[in-house]
Nanobody, 120 residues
Framework: QLQACGGGLVQAGGSLKLSCAASGRAYGGAHMGWFHQAPGREREFVALIDWNGGSTQYADPAKGRFTVSRDNAKLTAYLQMNSLKPEDTAIYYC???????????????WGQGTLVTVSS
């Protein structure tokens, strides 16, 4: 099970840090992905981190602004979001998968999502 939190309302240019806490054995050895879904749009890839935190990948809009990390001792992944823009407004989801991919359908377990709203 995954539990995402940390969303909220922030002004453009501000920052938020999302957390995704995992429970159970699924966390170990699994990649952690972050996705977002805006109203009327499909779920989109944001960031990905491998099981030991050694490799990361970002969607182009997130590069240079977002940082994904994980603390395996706490079974928790994080998404630090800086220089937020109104177009970042969406529900953000974390997910666990065993394939290094940016496709949502390849991730087996999902958190419930946390809403991020960026005002202009």
């Amino acid at each position: 099970q995954l539990q995402a939190c940390g969303g909220g309302l922030v002004q453009a240019g501000g920052s938020l840090k999302l957390s995704c806490a995992a429970s159970g054995r699924a966390y170990g050895g699994a990649h952690m992905g972050w996705f977002h879904q805006a109203p009327g749009r499909e779920r989109e890839f944001v960031a990905l981190i491998d099981w030991n935190g050694g490799s990361t990948q970002y969607a182009d809009p997130a590069k240079g602004r977002f940082t994904v990390s994980r603390d395996n001792a706490k079974l928790t992944a994080y998404l630090q979001m800086n220089s937020l823009k109104p177009e970042d407004t969406a529900i953000y989801y974390c997910a666990i998968g065993t394939i290094w991919t940016t496709r949502p359908k390849d991730f087996a377990s999902w958190g419930q999502g946390t809403l991020v709203t960026v005002s202009s």
